[in-house]
């Protein structure tokens, strides 16, 4: 990678390895080796099993919505394009309009993502900060159509209603969740962050990337 690429695009997706945290008693992440290169077999294959929530990814409507689409069958106009990323750091439990206000102007871009961390955690993080449902609604009547954020979940950790994720299946927004924005200014950039075609899948690993526009 070049100097210049290092300055115009950010990776925002964090390493997925065995370690990698996931919700508890989600499945992490974990691969063997089915063939290694030596003798008779020229090529390295490995198994890898995970959860689709492991890492950066993007939900379904799957995941909230009994009857809703699985991964695959979603459009991926939302999950590439303008975007903007907002920082609402250390904002508490819940990302309310006030934190993110200031960064509101009549050209919000269809993509929002907030920072919440100062610096993404390496573990569980069972205080993690979501959206507050109020916050949803209000952007998805600016027409945003894709809200992200730096943390586990767009809602609650300990919430068995999952408010905000019944927001975006009301209101058709897709969401990007464990993004990593401790190293990106605010501002507006391009969004890349396509999720596989998985056909039954509720969710997907993404490698989500942005670049300077």
């Given at each position: 990678?070049?100097?210049?690429?290092?300055?115009?695009?950010?990776?925002i997706?964090?390493?997925?390895h065995?370690?990698?945290?996931?919700?508890p008693?989600?499945?992490?992440?974990s691969?063997q080796?089915?063939?290694?290169?030596?003798?008779?077999?020229?090529?390295?294959?490995?198994?890898?099993?995970?959860?689709?929530?492991?890492g950066?990814?993007?939900?379904?409507?799957?995941?909230?919505?009994?009857q809703?689409a699985?991964?695959g069958?979603?459009?991926?106009?939302?999950?590439l394009?303008?975007?903007?990323v907002?920082?609402a750091?250390?904002?508490?439990?819940?990302?309310?309009?006030?934190?993110?206000?200031?960064?509101i102007?009549p050209d919000?871009?269809?993509?929002?993502?907030v920072?919440?961390?100062?610096?993404?955690?390496?573990?569980?993080d069972?205080?993690l900060?979501?959206y507050a449902?109020?916050?949803?609604?209000?952007?998805?009547?600016?027409g945003v159509?894709?809200?992200?954020?730096?943390t586990?979940?767009?809602?609650p950790?300990?919430?068995?209603?999952?408010?905000?994720?019944?927001v975006?299946?009301?209101?058709?927004?897709?969401?990007?969740?464990?993004l990593?924005?401790?190293?990106?200014?605010?501002?507006?950039?391009?969004?890349i962050?396509?999720?596989?075609?998985?056909?039954?899948a509720?969710?997907?690993?993404?490698r989500?990337?942005?670049?300077?526009?």
């Amino acid at each position: 990678m070049t100097a210049d690429t290092q300055r115009t695009l950010w990776d925002i997706s964090p390493a997925i390895h065995a370690a990698a945290p996931v919700f508890p008693g989600d499945t992490p992440y974990s691969q063997q080796w089915c063939a290694t290169i030596g003798p008779g077999c020229p090529v390295n294959v490995s198994a890898i099993t995970l959860s689709p929530h492991v890492g950066a990814h993007a939900d379904a409507p799957l995941h909230y919505d009994p009857q809703g689409a699985a991964i695959g069958a979603v459009d991926l106009a939302p999950f590439l394009g303008r975007c903007r990323v907002i920082h609402a750091i250390d904002c508490g439990p819940l990302i309310e309009w006030r934190h993110i206000a200031h960064a509101i102007t009549p050209d919000l871009p269809a993509r929002v993502l907030v920072r919440t961390y100062q610096q993404a955690p390496a573990t569980w993080d069972g205080a993690l900060a979501a959206y507050a449902p109020e916050t949803v609604q209000r952007l998805a009547d600016l027409g945003v159509q894709l809200i992200g954020i730096d943390t586990a979940s767009i809602d609650p950790a300990s919430s068995k209603t999952l408010d905000s994720h019944q927001v975006i299946r009301q209101r058709n927004l897709r969401v990007l969740e464990n993004l990593v924005l401790d190293a990106v200014p605010a501002g507006d950039y391009e969004l890349i962050a396509l999720p596989l075609k998985l056909t039954e899948a509720d969710a997907s690993p993404v490698r989500a990337v942005l670049r300077a526009l």
